[in-house]
Structure formats: structure tokens, C-alpha cells
């Protein structure tokens, strides 16, 4: 093995595409609150006596102004939602974790995970936890004491706890991932409280399926459920314990094909949620607890696996990372669908009705203008017509005058001629 394929993963996660989406449509949104708040102060400077733009027209654009301030609102906490579900023990918790690169959440053997939790990123140093039914953080300092508080809560199945760790330290935290967490698919009888509650606005879904056993009917019926509800929900499938696999090596490729074929067959055939050749991006063969204890002994700078290396070991990494990838760019891609197609709409119906409001001032206003210019030629027509029977009228008083002061003369000279 060279040293290289131990770097941590760093690069180009895929989850920029959100990211930068988020950003992009931000920066939008700032654009067109602007072109909002000067058209508002600029419709409000109208005098409401020049009936340009009336009063309601100018409180629509205010409204304006407040939808914008919440669509912002909505992006600034919109984020990428993935779920895990399966049977109690096949590792759900484990994969989160090593997503994580560190160990989260509370795991062990038999039945460990009891309510859902949704880990996120949190912007204090400390990591904290919310209940459903208080508003009080209560403080987390290690998984084991997480693991007792959430075992001492009497929490049904169903309830959500919030699990906000600070996210500078987690980047799928802080590229806005949030992650679910959920108690054996096999133990609770609610599945459809968990649907409505937890699943519809979930962009992927991750089944943590068990590569010792095999797909079992409660996990099947749980995703046939899903996806009566949701049109084509995003589904992985990790084959997960893979590494039981290498102690019996003269089978791997065999069990590996029975996997695959029925995993296959369960997406492809039967809930009709992916293609032929798309399924090939959604079904993976891991191991989340090497790939946890690789990651977290790099991390502390030591070599990925300590003693022997175990069969396949190598494989089962680049298969994980693999599937991150993979994962991170659907996850990526959904969410921005998802979550930014109806701001965008909203976006557009904002500045369609606003160039309405404003085109039909403009109107307006070169209406009045027209109607002026109209009034004043009419006056000024007037005024001339005045002007000149004014000029005719001084003309024949002065005619007149003229021909009265001659009419007086002549009287004049004749009567001193007498
Ligand atoms: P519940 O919360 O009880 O539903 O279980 P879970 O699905 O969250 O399983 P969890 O992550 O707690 O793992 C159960 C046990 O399996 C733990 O002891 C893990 O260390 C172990 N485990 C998880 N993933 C693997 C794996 O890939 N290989 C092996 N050998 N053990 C694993
Ligand atoms: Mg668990």
C-alpha cells in the first residue's frame, strides 16, 4: 500500500453543489430585496392626490418586502436531509459515524438506537441536545453520557432528538448535511407515524442492510410504504458487515452476486426507484466499523489498520469512499431541486408582479403627462386665438378711433371756418 490512499478525505466534496447553489440563490434573493425596497420607496414618494399609483398598489410592494425577508429566512436553515433505516444491529449508527469520522453516536450490540436522532451542526464549541417537548439544551460530553440520557428520557419510538455538534469541526455538518438516525426498522409497529414524521422531507434514504443475512420482508415493506408516498424517493442500499465476509473467501464472490442480483432486482423491479444502470451508483458492500477505526487512527496521524491486514480491507475502504461520493452527490442534487426550485419560483413571481406594479405606473404616469401637454396646447391655442382678436379688435378701435378723430377734425375745422 503507498501512503497516499490514507490521506483523509479532502477535495471536492460533492456537497458544494448545494452549497454554491445556496450561496448563488442568496446572493440572488439580496438582488431582488434591493430592486423590492427601492421601488417601495419610490412608489411611497408618490403623492396619493396625483393618482399614479394608489395606495394598495404601494402596501403590495411592502408585502412584498416581508416574503422576501422569510424565503431568506427559509434558505438560511435549508440544509441536505438524509435518513437511515434497518434492521436493530446491522450498524446504522456505526455508517453514521464513520461519515462523521468520529464516534457520535451511542452503538453497541442488540438494541441500542430508541428515538430518532438527527445529528447537525451547531455554532456553539460544545455540542448540546434538543428534546421534542423542551426548549432547554441539555449539555453532551461524551457518547456514553449521551447514551444515558437519551436511555433515562422516556422517549417513544417516534420522537425526534436533535443533536447539534459544533460544526467546524464536522464538514458534512457544516456543508448543512443533517443526518437521521432510527431505531431497528424491526422493532416498532409505527412505521407510518415514522413516515409522516421523519421520511417526507428526507432528500436519500440509506438502508443499512446486514451481509451476513440477507434483505428481510419488514425492510422491504418499510420502503415500499416510503415510496407509495413519495414519487422515486433516493434509496442506497449498504451491504454493510462485509468485512465477516473475508474469513470465508472461497464464497465472497458468490454471496456478493446473491446480494447484489436481489438488491438489484428490490430497487430496479420492484419499487421501481432507480434503472439498470443507475442502481450499479446505489448498492455498496462496507464495513462502517473498520471504516470508523481506519478513520479515527488517522486522524490521530497512525497508520488506517494496526496488525494484521485484514482480507479485502483495502477494498472495502475505497468502496466506502465510493459510496460517499456517490451519496453526497445525489444528496447534493435532490436537496437543490428540492428545496430551491420554489424559491426560485417564488423569486420569479415576486419580480413578475412587481414590473407589473411598476409598468403600471409608468402607465400611468405618461398618461397624466400626455393629458397635461394636451391641456396646455389647448390653452395655448386659445391664448393666440385671444391674442389675435384682440390684435383685430385694437386694430378696428384704432381704425375706428382714427376715423373718429378725422370725422372730429373735419367738424372742428368747419366750425371755425363758420
Ligand atoms: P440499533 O441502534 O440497535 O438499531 O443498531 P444499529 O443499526 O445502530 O447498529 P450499531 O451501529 O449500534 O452496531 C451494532 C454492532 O455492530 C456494534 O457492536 C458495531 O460495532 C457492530 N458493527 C457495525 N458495523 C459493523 C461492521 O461493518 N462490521 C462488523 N463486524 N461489526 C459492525
Ligand atoms: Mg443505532
Same mark, same amino acid.
Given at each position: 500500500? %503507498?501512503?497516499?490512499?490514507?490521506?483523509? +478525505?479532502?477535495?471536492? *466534496?460533492?456537497?458544494?453543489?448545494?452549497?454554491?447553489?445556496?450561496?448563488? #440563490?442568496? +446572493?440572488?434573493?439580496?438582488? #431582488?430585496?434591493?430592486?423590492?425596497?427601492? *421601488?417601495?420607496?419610490?412608489?411611497?414618494?408618490?403623492?396619493?392626490?396625483?393618482?399614479?399609483?394608489?395606495?394598495?398598489?404601494?402596501?403590495?410592494?411592502?408585502? =412584498?418586502?416581508?416574503?422576501? %425577508?422569510?424565503?431568506?429566512?427559509?434558505?438560511?436553515?435549508?440544509?441536505?436531509?438524509?435518513?437511515? =433505516?434497518?434492521?436493530? !444491529?446491522?450498524?446504522? *449508527?456505526?455508517?453514521?459515524?464513520?461519515?462523521?469520522?468520529?464516534? #457520535?453516536?451511542?452503538?453497541?450490540?442488540?438494541?441500542?438506537?430508541?428515538?430518532?436522532?438527527?445529528?447537525?451542526?451547531? &455554532?456553539?464549541?460544545?455540542?448540546?441536545?434538543? %428534546?421534542? &417537548?423542551?426548549? +432547554?439544551?441539555?449539555?453532551?460530553?461524551?457518547?456514553?453520557?449521551?447514551?444515558?440520557?437519551?436511555?433515562?428520557?422516556?422517549?417513544? &419510538?417516534?420522537?425526534?432528538?436533535?443533536?447539534?455538534?459544533?460544526?467546524?469541526?464536522?464538514?458534512?455538518?457544516?456543508?448543512?448535511?443533517?443526518?437521521?438516525?432510527?431505531?431497528?426498522?424491526?422493532?416498532?409497529?409505527?412505521? @407510518?407515524?415514522?413516515?409522516?414524521?421523519?421520511?417526507?422531507?428526507? &432528500?436519500?434514504?440509506?438502508?443499512?442492510?446486514?451481509?451476513?443475512?440477507?434483505?428481510?420482508?419488514?425492510?422491504?415493506?418499510?420502503?415500499?410504504?416510503?415510496?407509495?408516498?413519495?414519487?422515486?424517493?433516493?434509496?442506497? #442500499?449498504?451491504?454493510?458487515?462485509?468485512?465477516? *465476509? /473475508?474469513?470465508?473467501?472461497?464464497?465472497?464472490?458468490?454471496?456478493?452476486?446473491?446480494?447484489?442480483?436481489?438488491?438489484?432486482?428490490?430497487?430496479?423491479?420492484?419499487?421501481?426507484?432507480?434503472?439498470?444502470?443507475?442502481?450499479?451508483?446505489?448498492?455498496? =458492500?462496507? !464495513?462502517?466499523?473498520?471504516?470508523?477505526? /481506519?478513520?479515527?487512527?488517522?486522524?490521530?496521524?497512525?497508520?488506517?489498520?494496526?496488525?494484521?491486514?485484514? @482480507?479485502?480491507?483495502?477494498?472495502?475502504?475505497?468502496?466506502?469512499?465510493?459510496?460517499?461520493?456517490?451519496?453526497?452527490?445525489?444528496?447534493?442534487?435532490? /436537496?437543490?431541486?428540492?428545496?430551491?426550485?420554489?424559491?426560485? $419560483?417564488?423569486?420569479? /413571481?415576486?419580480?413578475?408582479?412587481?414590473?407589473?406594479?411598476?409598468?403600471?405606473?409608468?402607465?400611468?404616469?405618461?398618461?397624466?403627462?400626455?393629458?397635461?401637454?394636451?391641456?396646455?396646447?389647448?390653452?395655448?391655442?386659445?391664448?393666440?386665438?385671444?391674442?389675435? $382678436?384682440?390684435?383685430?379688435?385694437?386694430?378696428?378701435?384704432?381704425?375706428?378711433?382714427?376715423?373718429?378723430?378725422?370725422?372730429?377734425?373735419? $367738424?372742428?375745422?368747419?366750425?371755425?371756418?363758420?
Amino acid at each position: 500500500t %503507498t501512503s497516499v490512499c490514507w490521506l483523509p +478525505d479532502v477535495g471536492d *466534496s460533492p456537497l458544494k453543489i448545494f452549497v454554491l447553489a445556496k450561496k448563488k #440563490i442568496n +446572493d440572488v434573493f439580496v438582488g #431582488i430585496q434591493s430592486y423590492v425596497e427601492e *421601488s417601495n420607496k419610490f412608489l411611497s414618494s408618490i403623492k396619493v392626490e396625483s393618482n399614479i399609483v394608489s395606495e394598495q398598489l404601494v402596501k403590495e410592494t411592502s408585502n =412584498f418586502r416581508e416574503r422576501i %425577508t422569510g424565503i431568506r429566512d427559509v434558505l438560511t436553515r435549508d440544509h441536505m436531509k438524509v435518513v437511515f =433505516f434497518g434492521r436493530t !444491529s446491522n450498524g446504522k *449508527s456505526t455508517v453514521i459515524n464513520a461519515l462523521l469520522q468520529d464516534k #457520535i453516536l451511542p452503538s453497541g450490540l442488540g438494541h441500542t438506537t430508541n428515538c430518532f436522532l438527527q445529528v447537525e451542526g451547531g &455554532d456553539t464549541p460544545e455540542p448540546y441536545l434538543l %428534546t421534542e &417537548d423542551s426548549n +432547554d439544551p441539555q449539555n453532551v460530553q461524551s457518547v456514553a453520557q449521551l447514551a444515558h440520557a437519551l436511555n433515562s428520557e422516556k422517549l417513544g &419510538d417516534s420522537s425526534l432528538v436533535r443533536i447539534l455538534w459544533p460544526k467546524e469541526k464536522y464538514p458534512l455538518l457544516r456543508d448543512d448535511v443533517v443526518l437521521v438516525d432510527s431505531p431497528g426498522i424491526d422493532v416498532s409497529p409505527n412505521l @407510518d407515524e415514522w413516515i409522516d414524521k421523519h421520511c417526507l422531507n428526507a &432528500d436519500v434514504f440509506v438502508l443499512v442492510a446486514n451481509a451476513e443475512s440477507t434483505l428481510m420482508l419488514t425492510e422491504k415493506n418499510f420502503f415500499h410504504k416510503v415510496s407509495e408516498r413519495l414519487s422515486k424517493p433516493n434509496i442506497f #442500499i449498504l451491504n454493510n458487515r462485509w468485512d465477516a *465476509s /473475508a474469513f470465508e473467501p472461497e464464497f465472497l464472490e458468490r454471496v456478493r452476486k446473491q446480494h447484489l442480483d436481489r438488491t438489484i432486482a428490490f430497487l430496479v423491479d420492484e419499487l421501481h426507484v432507480c434503472t439498470r444502470l443507475e442502481v450499479e451508483d446505489r448498492v455498496f =458492500f462496507v !464495513s462502517a466499523r473498520e471504516m470508523l477505526q /481506519a478513520r479515527l487512527k488517522i486522524k490521530q496521524g497512525l497508520a488506517p489498520h494496526t496488525g494484521a491486514l485484514a @482480507d479485502g480491507f483495502q477494498n472495502r475502504y475505497f468502496e466506502f469512499q465510493d459510496f460517499e461520493r456517490k451519496f453526497e452527490e445525489c444528496l447534493s442534487k435532490s /436537496a437543490v431541486k428540492t428545496k430551491f426550485e420554489q424559491h426560485t $419560483q417564488q423569486g420569479k /413571481a415576486i419580480i413578475k408582479a412587481l414590473q407589473h406594479i411598476m409598468e403600471l405606473t409608468f402607465e400611468n404616469s405618461h398618461k397624466k403627462k400626455k393629458e397635461k401637454m394636451e391641456l396646455r396646447k389647448e390653452h395655448k391655442e386659445r391664448l393666440e386665438f385671444t391674442q389675435q $382678436q384682440l390684435r383685430l379688435l385694437t386694430d378696428e378701435v384704432k381704425h375706428h378711433i382714427g376715423h373718429l378723430v378725422h370725422k372730429v377734425e373735419q $367738424q372742428v375745422a368747419k366750425a371755425l371756418n363758420e
